[in-house]
């Protein structure tokens, strides 16, 4: 009987064989609004993104996702992704065909919904906002319009009592946020200097009102009451709650209350961290880093009561559609106070390196001062010393136009406050001019000032300056190697040479010959008549005389006697007349006659063509002939003959 062997049988060898790695891979995928784009590999693991000239590879672990929206983009269709840390990142370029598949492999790998979302292309302005996690959504017709994300939103304040201003980050020129590295992609916040036209500033118009258990949502007590607020303060307090407005690390170091600042006009409240500082006011609320302060200065004020603390910022601050790329402060000189710093000893050594006190005992203004000094390591500039004003002030009081400010000149530049601030480094300057206030002569008391910036950058001139301050100034600016130009000392040269041009031609024309023009009052002047000849020379008495009638009664022989005299007299003066008349006529300018001396003309020609008294027709008794004129500022007529004069009386 053949028996048999059972034996067990080996064990055989397992065979592991690894699965392979499945991965989808997409070209021309532009990563977080990148200028190139490159290969996008998906895993299980996550997904990997490489630009396509070379660079940085780009991931991200899968199980960071949260959602994924698909949505039309520039480039074709968009992936957007958020992160648990609240972070969203941007793939676009993908084709409409791809959407399948890549809702599949989100779905498998990642356990997330690729959520199909159409954007509303009506160009409506009037929907409704919604606050997501990671952005704020406005939303038309249950669409999305448009999304903001928090990490974009720089500042928001309320604008009016309906609107809200949202402000968004503004990359540096130096500092754009674009990652070469990365093919250009944009960092969190820097998203919008994508190109070269920029969003900087929205508005949101909100109306209405809404309750506390709108406000909190339906789980809200019922017995809250119905308290309302307005819907626009609840849209500013939510939003700058969800994009942490005004939020910053760390304790504050130190707060000062109720501070006057003239730009931007308003007090604020100021509180210092560690590596920003912020200002809260009634309306707008700041949030500035102390690396954006490029300048500080302090001013003393020429009125010997006030201090001006300057801060230069770039990038500017906004308000509206106005930058302010100086904040002014102004502190009363003896307001004294004491502040204990909220910072160690050994943060003291360390850190600020005896930079700062723990404690200040001074003026408020120097205390202010100070600790800015500290926090942001800044230098402070004062005014140069080496000028002073004709009441030994740093400061000129001056204008831009209808601004009224104070100039100072610093010790590398003009600095012109409070609004509009102007600064202006000498090595930017062409040329400075000295010259009167609107080209007038007669102004005396002040000057104004034109500087002229180089490259063609414009000018700024300042105006009303006082005329005892031109010396100093001319003084200061030659020693800080400027081109000085007086038109004032100019105009005062030529004023001065034609005054003396003047005298000269004055003493020349002076003689007997040259008199004032007086008008028309030259015509009423007592002028000859070339066609009328006197009778005689002698004066003839006038009727209200003495010796009227002696002179007026006599014999026929006695008048004809007389009148045959005063022929023979009238013939032998003739010649002498006419010559003394006609030089007078060469010297004066023909004058204009009268109508009654034309008028007396005629008669007096046809008596100048007699030959012999003997012709003439005897004259009436008692007709008298009289010439009159009227001299200027005189009421009393006169004759020529300075009387009146009887001819030819016949007896009767």
């Given at each position: 009987?053949?028996?048999?062997?059972?034996?067990?049988?080996?064990?055989?060898?397992?065979?592991?064989?690894?699965?392979?790695?499945?991965?989808?891979?997409?070209?021309?995928?532009?990563?977080?609004?990148?200028?190139?784009?490159?290969?996008?590999?998906?895993?299980?693991?996550?997904?990997?993104?490489?630009?396509?000239?070379?660079?940085?590879?780009?991931?991200?672990?899968?199980?960071?996702?949260?959602?994924?929206?698909?949505?039309?983009?520039?480039?074709?269709?968009?992936?957007?992704?958020?992160?648990?840390?609240?972070?969203?990142?941007?793939?676009?370029?993908?084709?409409?065909?791809?959407?399948?598949?890549?809702?599949?492999?989100?779905?498998?790998?990642?356990?997330?919904?690729?959520?199909?979302?159409?954007?509303?292309?009506?160009?409506?302005?009037?929907?409704?906002?919604?606050?997501?996690?990671?952005?704020?959504?406005?939303?038309?017709?249950?669409?999305?319009?448009?999304?903001?994300?928090?990490?974009?939103?720089?500042?928001?304040?309320?604008?009016?009592?309906?609107?809200?201003?949202?402000?968004?980050?503004?990359?540096?020129?130096?500092?754009?946020?674009?990652?070469?590295?990365?093919?250009?992609?944009?960092?969190?916040?820097?998203?919008?200097?994508?190109?070269?036209?920029?969003?900087?500033?929205?508005?949101?118009?909100?109306?209405?009102?809404?309750?506390?258990?709108?406000?909190?949502?339906?789980?809200?007590?019922?017995?809250?009451?119905?308290?309302?607020?307005?819907?626009?303060?609840?849209?500013?307090?939510?939003?700058?709650?969800?994009?942490?407005?005004?939020?910053?690390?760390?304790?504050?170091?130190?707060t000062f209350l109720d501070v006057l600042h003239l730009t931007p006009r308003g007090r604020f409240d100021i509180d210092m961290y560690d590596s920003s500082f912020r200002l809260r006011g009634k309306t707008y609320d700041y949030k500035i880093q102390y690396e954006a302060i490029k300048k500080f200065m302090?001013?003393?004020?020429?009125?010997?009561?006030?201090?001006?603390?300057?801060?230069?910022?770039?990038?500017?601050?906004?308000?509206?559609?106005?930058?302010?790329?100086?904040?002014?402060?102004?502190?009363?000189?003896?307001?004294?106070?004491?502040?204990?710093?909220?910072?160690?000893?050994?943060?003291?050594?360390?850190?600020?390196?005896?930079?700062?006190?723990?404690?200040?005992?001074?003026?408020?203004?120097?205390?202010?001062?100070?600790?800015?000094?500290?926090?942001?390591?800044?230098?402070?500039?004062?005014?140069?010393?080496?000028?002073?004003?004709?009441?030994?002030?740093?400061?000129?009081?001056?204008?831009?136009?209808?601004?009224?400010?104070?100039?100072?000149?610093?010790?590398?530049?003009?600095?012109?406050?409070?609004?509009?601030?102007?600064?202006?480094?000498?090595?930017?300057?062409?040329?400075?001019?000295?010259?009167?206030?609107?080209?007038?002569?007669?102004?005396?008391?002040?000057?104004?000032?034109?500087?002229?910036?180089?490259?063609?950058?414009?000018?700024?001139?300042?105006?009303?300056?006082?005329?005892?301050?031109?010396?100093?100034?001319?003084?200061?600016?030659?020693?800080?190697?400027?081109?000085?130009?007086?038109?004032?000392?100019?105009?005062?040269?030529?004023?001065?040479?034609?005054?003396?041009?003047?005298?000269?031609?004055?003493?020349?024309?002076?003689?007997?010959?040259?008199?004032?023009?007086?008008?028309?009052?030259?015509?009423?002047?007592?002028?000859?008549?070339?066609?009328?000849?006197?009778?005689?020379?002698?004066?003839?008495?006038?009727?209200?005389?003495?010796?009227?009638?002696?002179?007026?009664?006599?014999?026929?022989?006695?008048?004809?006697?007389?009148?045959?005299?005063?022929?023979?007299?009238?013939?032998?003066?003739?010649?002498?007349?006419?010559?003394?008349?006609?030089?007078?006529?060469?010297?004066?300018p023909p004058k204009r006659k009268k109508k009654n001396q034309e008028v007396q003309k005629k008669p007096l020609k046809a008596k100048k063509s007699r030959e012999s008294p003997e012709d003439k027709p005897p004259a009436r008794a008692g007709r008298a002939v009289m010439q009159t004129s009227r001299r200027?500022?005189?009421?009393?007529?006169?004759?020529?003959?300075?009387?009146?004069?009887?001819?030819?009386?016949?007896?009767?």
């Amino acid at each position: 009987m053949a028996s048999t062997k059972y034996s067990r049988p080996r064990p055989v060898d397992k065979l592991i064989k690894r699965a392979p790695i499945i991965s989808e891979s997409f070209d021309g995928i532009h990563l977080d609004l990148s200028t190139v784009g490159g290969k996008l590999r998906f895993s299980e693991a996550g997904f990997g993104w490489k630009p396509s000239g070379g660079g940085d590879t780009f991931t991200l672990d899968g199980s960071q996702f949260v959602s994924a929206q698909w949505s039309r983009a520039s480039k074709g269709y968009e992936i957007k992704i958020l992160c648990r840390n609240s972070d969203i990142h941007q793939l676009d370029g993908f084709q409409l065909d791809s959407f399948e598949r890549l809702a599949k492999l989100f779905k498998n790998w990642y356990n997330v919904i690729l959520d199909g979302k159409e954007h509303s292309i009506r160009g409506w302005n009037w929907g409704k906002a919604e606050f997501s996690k990671a952005e704020l959504v406005f939303n038309v017709s249950n669409r999305p319009a448009f999304e903001i994300p928090y990490t974009e939103i720089s500042n928001t304040n309320l604008a009016g009592r309906n609107e809200v201003a949202v402000e968004f980050n503004t990359p540096d020129a130096d500092d754009t946020g674009l990652n070469g590295a990365l093919g250009g992609a944009r960092a969190k916040g820097k998203k919008t200097g994508a190109g070269a036209d920029q969003l900087v500033e929205m508005r949101f118009y909100i109306p209405g009102t809404v309750s506390k258990k709108q406000a909190e949502g339906d789980d809200a007590g019922s017995d809250g009451g119905e308290d309302v607020t307005n819907a626009a303060n609840l849209f500013y307090e939510t939003l700058a709650d969800k994009a942490e407005v005004g939020d910053s690390a760390g304790d504050t170091i130190a707060t000062f209350l109720d501070v006057l600042h003239l730009t931007p006009r308003g007090r604020f409240d100021i509180d210092m961290y560690d590596s920003s500082f912020r200002l809260r006011g009634k309306t707008y609320d700041y949030k500035i880093q102390y690396e954006a302060i490029k300048k500080f200065m302090v001013l003393p004020k020429p009125d010997d009561m006030h201090c001006m603390l300057c801060i230069g910022l770039d990038p500017p601050l906004r308000q509206g559609q106005t930058r302010y790329p100086f904040l002014v402060m102004q502190y009363k000189r003896d307001e004294e106070v004491t502040i204990e710093l909220n910072l160690s000893e050994e943060e003291l050594k360390e850190k600020y390196q005896d930079k700062l006190q723990a404690r200040y005992d001074q003026p408020l203004h120097l205390v202010v001062a100070s600790v800015f000094r500290g926090l942001a390591n800044k230098r402070i500039t004062a005014p140069a010393k080496d000028f002073e004003t004709h009441r030994h002030q740093p400061g000129i009081k001056c204008s831009i136009k209808a601004s009224e400010g104070f100039l100072y000149c610093l010790e590398k530049a003009f600095m012109f406050v409070p609004k509009p601030a102007t600064y202006i480094s000498y090595e930017q300057t062409q040329s400075v001019t000295f010259s009167r206030v609107s080209g007038a002569v007669s102004a005396l008391s002040t000057f104004d000032i034109t500087v002229v910036m180089k490259n063609k950058a414009g000018s700024s001139q300042f105006s009303n300056i006082n005329r005892e301050d031109l010396k100093t100034l001319e003084r200061f600016f030659k020693l800080k190697g400027l081109r000085v130009k007086n038109e004032i000392d100019e105009d005062a040269n030529m004023l001065a040479q034609a005054m003396r041009d003047q005298a000269m031609d004055s003493s020349e024309d002076e003689g007997p010959v040259n008199k004032a023009d007086r008008g028309s009052a030259d015509e009423d002047e007592e002028s000859v008549d070339e066609d009328f000849h006197t009778e005689t020379e002698s004066d003839v008495a006038e009727e209200y005389d003495s010796n009227h009638e002696s002179e007026g009664s006599g014999s026929n022989e006695s008048d004809v006697n007389n009148d045959d005299e005063d022929h023979a007299m009238k013939d032998a003066d003739a010649p002498p007349r006419k010559k003394k008349q006609k030089k007078s006529q060469e010297k004066q300018p023909p004058k204009r006659k009268k109508k009654n001396q034309e008028v007396q003309k005629k008669p007096l020609k046809a008596k100048k063509s007699r030959e012999s008294p003997e012709d003439k027709p005897p004259a009436r008794a008692g007709r008298a002939v009289m010439q009159t004129s009227r001299r200027r500022g005189s009421g009393r007529r006169k004759s020529d003959q300075r009387g009146w004069g009887f001819k030819g009386v016949e007896q009767m």
